[in-house]
């Protein structure tokens, strides 16, 4: 395979992972995927001709090291998602060493960007009547939260310091079936991002050039938003086509 155009995704087997290996197959875009996770056997399932397949631990630093060996873009998907996860028996591990493993073995492997998947827990203490730019100060609500802050600091030191382009998106409310935003809270709706947006998102992350570092929501064209796109939609040219509210009144 050809490292230039050869994408290594974390945690590969979650539901972002699994549906943006599809949508990057349905979108035609042409790069070798190496699939990462503690599962081989879920990997197997959702696998696509020509993908690598790897059985990965992100709290092994040399695991971490032979994963990005050859590749040009790590896309760090793998953590413990629960807002209610606990700091010592999983988040110190997999959110915080599993982080910087990822970062640490990306560089030294010569990879070109990691695109780390933050989340809109790293600012969702800020009151609901309050649009959050991406400028604004991390403000965590939990956690889970905190842990995502520590992941984004890190990809701006790796970016600033040691030279790796680092692209940090705060994915909100991804839903694989959009039918779960019926009854959902108008704070879920506004936050909401469908597999297509995310998928385009993803895909636009690991093709636009000269970028150090950003920081991008990771959200859907909401009518009501929970995160401001400008500064996403100016540098990379992301319109996300979905609206939540829509949705939910059948117009979408």
């Given amino acids: 395979m050809n490292s230039n155009n050869k994408v290594l995704i ?23 995927f190496r ?11 959702m696998a696509q001709a020509g993908d690598e397949i790897v059985t990965l631990d992100v709290t092994d630093l040399d695991a971490c090291q032979q994963a990005c060996a050859n590749v040009s873009t790590v896309i760090h998907l793998a953590a ?15 959110n915080i060493k599993g982080t910087y493993n990822i970062f640490r073995a990306a560089k030294d492997q010569g990879c070109k960007r990691v695109i780390f998947a933050s989340s809109a827990q790293a600012v969702e203490a800020y009151p609901l009547d309050v649009q959050i730019h991406s400028h604004m100060p991390v403000r965590p609500k939990n956690l889970y939260g905190v842990s995502k802050c520590f992941g984004e600091a890190l990809a701006s030191y790796f ?18 079936d959009p039918e779960a935003l019926h009854g959902a809270s108008a704070r879920d709706l506004s936050a909401y ?8 998102l993803l895909l636009r992350c690991i093709e636009t050039p000269s970028i150090k570092f950003a920081v ?20 990379l040219k992301y319109h996300p086509i979905d609206d939540s509210f829509a949705i939910i009144e059948g117009k979408n």
């Fill in 10 to 32: 974390t945690g590969a087997a979650g539901n972002i992972g699994k549906a943006f290996r599809q949508y990057a197959k349905e979108a035609g875009a042409e790069y070798c």
């Fill in 35 to 45: 699939l990462a996770d503690r599962s081989s056997d879920a990997l197997s399932a």
């Fill in 80 to 94: 413990d998602p629960s807002p209610e996860a606990d700091f010592y028996s999983s988040l110190l591990e997999n």
């Fill in 159 to 176: 970016a600033d310091v040691e030279g790796l382009s680092s692209i940090v998106v705060r994915i909100a409310n991804f839903l694989s």
């Fill in 193 to 200: 991002i469908s597999p297509r947006d995310l998928g385009d």
């Fill in 216 to 235: 991008f929501p990771g959200i859907s064209n909401n009518r009501y938003k929970r995160m401001d796109l400008s500064d996403v939609r100016e540098q």
